[in-house]
């Protein structure tokens, strides 16, 4: 079956996650995709100071026949309108509310209303607030504006005039009582009435006694709940946390995210005896006052341990914690070899038996914050801190304690590290370190960003002797740093030593770098910006391929200013042309199948093709 012969019923579906502007240019490539794409197309109305007198003019001259798309739109967006209307002036940028209400009546499947990026939000809020909602009877989701606070308190009656069918809703908790429908009270207390609800977005600003289990309870039929305090959050009671006939069922609930200040022991229990992790689709905790070490040592470790073992089934898992503002004292806190055996204890833990890419990324910009992921079973990723005082005299990180974690960094198969410190702390026994304790990596990183560091690092595919390249940004690396690559990575076929000019780190006038230890090396990239920036005369290079030739070139000072000319010479021109001041790259190696000089350029100034070079 050719893609012309699909049903339209899926053409549609696949026309419908696509761009709008896609979705337009397949309108005209054939008859039978004309009308599903023209249908995805105008799914949704975007209205902007561009076309919002069209459709105004419309209205106004009741031209309702010409308006045959309403019924395919199910999203109404207004955006970047002004808050002005001169009509008179042919300048209209807001609806009277008998005119939005009259749009509305001629999109009778309409189900979601975008007033996020609208300058007149509050001003539509309004007139849906007093809207009559018998006519509007397919609003599922309203996405107001982000205003001050005092107009998002508006908008929740604005939401309860929808609360028959309403199925998404996202407000900013209130720190006053609501009277509607002849009652008065909270935002919680009329919660119960949106009956159609799954999909919940509250931001807690103003009420320190609320919790996300009120919300839950408030609304058991949920999907997704999105709950995010600047308060700690109460403690459940014995009673809301035993399992009774009375304990709300929460077996429609998929994904629950949390941002909280601290994560409780109570809240902890709460969700391992009131929920099913086999049930469960995604979880994101993010604990914004707590370092996962500070929160390990609050809810003890055994329970830590346990929640992560609740925690293993689910598909998705975002784990964060954060720096805490007292963090730059280091008293109280955990030594080095507690941190490293707690944290892969925990993920020993949260790993268990399952086949998983693990992916650890360790950074001293923040040394005690966290972050542990999972995507979709297969995927774990961590990202942890650490201070300079962890490392070892010999500038290695610690092994966890094997009488207590079963495993360390030997599950990792992908590992980046990121410095930030004044001081370099990583160097050529790192390396050592990685390749002799973590010999499954396949991909590593060295990420510098201090002007004293000396490389960037990424290393893909370590242990495949077919397929083996490296790239490091940054000034140019040392002979030692390349004989240390020859000896763990022997195979290496693409090396990459292409950065920006560090002025901080430039490199002296003579740099020799021999690169035959790499056997297998077949192809060389060199950045000279380290090298020549700065240098008067023109730069000499040297390419000595071991016995068989020797070539020389010569790179000329800018004709523009990022334009380098790059010539081959004699070696008579060679010997002329050297001086005190001139600067001299010499290479020795085998004959290599491709070379490629940059020199402050996106492109190559030369590529040499088997000792060529080419135009």
Known sequence: MSWQQLPS???????????????????????PWHLPAKQAFHSELSLSIKNLLLV?????????????????????TLHHERPIRRTHQNIFTRFEP????????????????????????????????????????????????????????????????????????HIEYADHDFTMEGRTGSMLSFLPDFQCLTHVWIDNNHDNQLSFIDVLNACPQLVKLNFRSIYDIPDPTTTTTTIDNNTPCFNNLKIIKLGL???????????????????????????????????????????????????????????????????????????AQEKITTLFTFIDALKGTRDMHCAAICSDSKALEMSIEVTNHTQLRLSYGIYRWDLKDNNVLLLPEARVSTVGLEVVNSLTFVVTQDKETFGQKLLNYIFIQCPQVTELE????????????NAIHLDDPNCSQMVLKGPPPSQDFIDLISNYIPTLQTLNCKGLVNPKRHIDNKYRLNLTRLANLKEFTFDVSNIIDGVIDSKLLVIDYMDTTIDYYKIDKPLTKTHYLFTQITRQEYNLSTSPFSSNIYFITHPLHTIHIYAKSSHPIARLQSGKLLN
């Open 446 to 457: 060295i990420h510098n960003w201090n002007p004293l560091s000396q490389y960037t690092l």
């Open 98 to 169: 008998n005119e939005f209400l009259k749009l509305l009546s001629l999109l009778p499947n309409l189900t979601t209303i975008d007033l996020q990026l609208s300058a007149n939000s509050d001003y539509y809020m309004n007139i849906l607030r007093d809207a009559d909602n018998t006519t509007l009877q397919h609003i599922k989701e309203i996405l107001p504006g982000t205003g001050s606070y005092s107009l998002s308190q508006n908008f929740f009656p604005t939401f309860y005039n929808f609360r028959q069918t309403l199925t998404h809703l």
């Open 9 to 31: 019923e899926i053409c549609l579906e696949i026309f419908q996650v696509l761009p709008r502007k896609t979705a337009y240019e397949c309108m005209f490539v054939c008859k």
């Open 261 to 335: 200040p601290k994560f409780t022991l109570g809240c902890m229990n709460y969700l391992i005896q009131h929920f099913s992790a086999d049930e469960l689709d995604t979880i994101k905790l993010e604990i914004q006052d707590q370092d996962f070490y500070g929160w390990i040592k609050k809810v003890g470790k055994e329970n830590a341990i346990a929640f992560a073992r609740f925690l293993q089934p689910i598909k998705n898992l975002q784990f964060y914690t954060n720096n805490p503002e007292n963090s730059n004292s280091i008293l109280g806190l955990p030594t």
């Open 56 to 76: 105004y003019m419309t209205i106004l001259e009741e031209e309702t026949s010409n308006f045959t798309v309403g019924h395919w739109i199910n999203k109404l």
